[in-house]
């Protein structure tokens, strides 16, 4: 009975306070005021036994406590075989992956992490700031011999229009022990707090196995997300960006322009939901590698509109290299379709004439097929 007290009060005060967080406390106001504890409940207010539990009782994950979940290898190779692919609806829900009933302890912490989505999808039309949700939606067994491994797709949910297509990324479970390791040596205090699962011996390609994996992978970003500290830091930037801005730049030095539009357009959807479109060049960058698609795949409008956003973004940075390649394909542009390009023209000659470009400039794919990501 007592343990049941004490879960319906957890409920209330979450509850509280995910309503109190979207109902209108800037993040500037209300990260400043609240201690770090009060993101963190489970570190703070909880006892040792009801923390092991949290991941569960918010979003489903279930936890990876057990000595069974020890595991030696990198790469899940040489493994047990498993399903090959997975469909989706085999083990999507984590409740659907344990065959047992829960206790009687932690009904009241399934209706808590309901009642929490719930709230939270409601709350997306809402002008109050919001977290990132992030949603494993397939799961793959992937065979490249000597390899065989798990790769999971996620959907990065952020505020905004309803119908706005959700950006995807898909990573494998030792792309994530990266990220972590990576955060854990730079920052030791903010990752104390924040749970991983761990490595297993055997049975990592079972429907059980990677339905708790999925839920684990979800809360881990999303607790990321939910510090400044961690949010902006330059290896969980790199996590979502890096891979998928290397294929886009090489299906667009081999010709596949279609293909790389797609992914262009992902990495311009994903910046977007991560809030990075300020930063000083791989939103350039983004830009740079749609305008040249939609230029090959001969799509004129939507090109100039990438050169005229990027034109936006630069401002009057005019040494940066970007600058006159933008310049010249909007010059270009606005010419074959018949509208005004003075102002970009005189722009560009300016530059030409105070010798800060060559005559002519760089175009914009000489520059996107030199350009190193690192």
Not at 22 to 49: C, H, N, T, V, W
Not at 268 to 291: F, K, M, N, V
Request: glycine share 6%; proline share 8%.
């Amino acid at each position: 009975m007592h343990r049941g007290t004490q879960e319906g009060a957890m409920a209330s005060r979450l509850l509280h306070r995910l309503r109190h967080a979207l109902a209108g406390d800037g993040p500037g106001e209300a990260a400043a005021a609240r201690p770090e504890a009060e993101q963190f409940p489970e570190s703070s207010e909880l006892e040792d036994d009801d923390a092991e539990g949290l991941s569960s009782r918010l979003s489903g994950t279930l936890s990876f406590t057990s000595a069974e979940d020890d595991e030696d290898d990198e790469d899940e190779d040489d493994e047990e075989t498993g399903p090959d692919p997975l469909p989706p609806g085999d083990w999507t829900s984590g409740e659907d992956a344990e065959r047992s009933p829960p206790p009687d302890g932690q009904r009241g912490g399934q209706l808590l992490a309901r009642q929490l989505q719930d709230f939270w999808k409601k709350s997306r039309n809402t002008l109050a700031p919001q977290r990132l949700l992030f949603e494993v939606t397939s799961a793959t067994v992937v065979k490249d011999p000597p390899s065989k491994y798990v790769l999971y797709t996620l959907a990065v949910i952020g505020p905004g229009p309803p119908d706005r297509q959700p950006a995807q990324i898909s990573r494998r479970y030792s792309d994530f022990e990266r990220l972590h390791r990576n955060l854990q040596r730079q920052f030791r205090g903010p990752m104390t707090a924040i749970s991983f699962p761990r490595k297993r011996l055997r049975r990592n390609f079972t429907a059980e196995t990677i339905a708790r994996r999925s839920r684990a992978f979800e809360q881990f970003l999303g607790h990321l997300q939910a510090v400044p500290e961690l949010r902006h830091a330059p290896d969980l930037q790199d996590f979502f960006m890096l891979p998928e801005l290397r294929r886009a730049q090489s299906l667009t030095c081999t010709g596949l322009y279609r293909e790389a539009l797609a992914l262009w357009a992902n990495a311009w959807q994903l910046q977007a939901q991560l809030g990075t479109l300020s930063g000083p060049d791989r939103p350039l960058l983004t830009l740079a590698g749609l305008a040249v698609c939609h230029q090959e795949l001969e799509n004129p409008g939507e090109a100039r509109a990438c050169c005229e956003k990027a034109l936006q973004l630069l401002g009057d940075k005019s040494l940066h290299p970007l600058l006159a390649p933008f310049l010249e394909a909007h010059v270009r542009l606005s010419w074959h379709l018949g509208l005004d390009k003075r102002q970009s023209e005189a722009r560009l000659q300016t530059l030409q004439e105070a010798g800060l470009t060559p005559t002519p400039p760089p175009s914009l794919k000489e520059l996107l097929i030199k350009e190193v990501l690192d």
